[in-house]
């Protein structure tokens, strides 16, 4: 069993241009990313497969954490990035809800 821990900065994990003119980063699980940045790292904790959505538009919340709007995002997806709590990329499955939802 693979017990590291997953840590990724977002935006450092997709290219530039695959990301270009995105807003905000929200996981599917229900988790607000804010840009992307090391503020606002990734670790997929709840378990299974997550879907970060790299998305154009006005963010559902205005700070890192549980974000009930992050489930079902508004705005444009520019691209997806899928990662599972032991960093392995392009997973798939169910993502587990992200704890703390209101």
């Known amino acids: 069993m693979n017990d590291r821990k997953c840590n990724v900065v977002l935006k450092d994990a997709v290219p530039a241009d695959a990301v270009a003119g995105f807003s905000f980063v929200c996981d599917t699980c229900g988790w607000y990313h804010g840009d992307g940045g090391s503020g606002f790292p ?18 559902p919340c205005s700070s890192y954490g549980p974000c009930d709007g992050c489930v079902s995002p508004a ?27 209101r």
């Open 42 to 59: 990734a670790s997929a904790g709840s378990g299974g497969c997550h879907s970060y959505l790299f998305l154009k538009g006005t963010a």
């Open 75 to 101: 705005g444009e997806v520019v691209h997806t990035f899928r990662m599972n709590n032991t960093c392995d990329r392009d997973c798939s499955g169910e993502t587990v809800p992200c704890g703390g939802l």
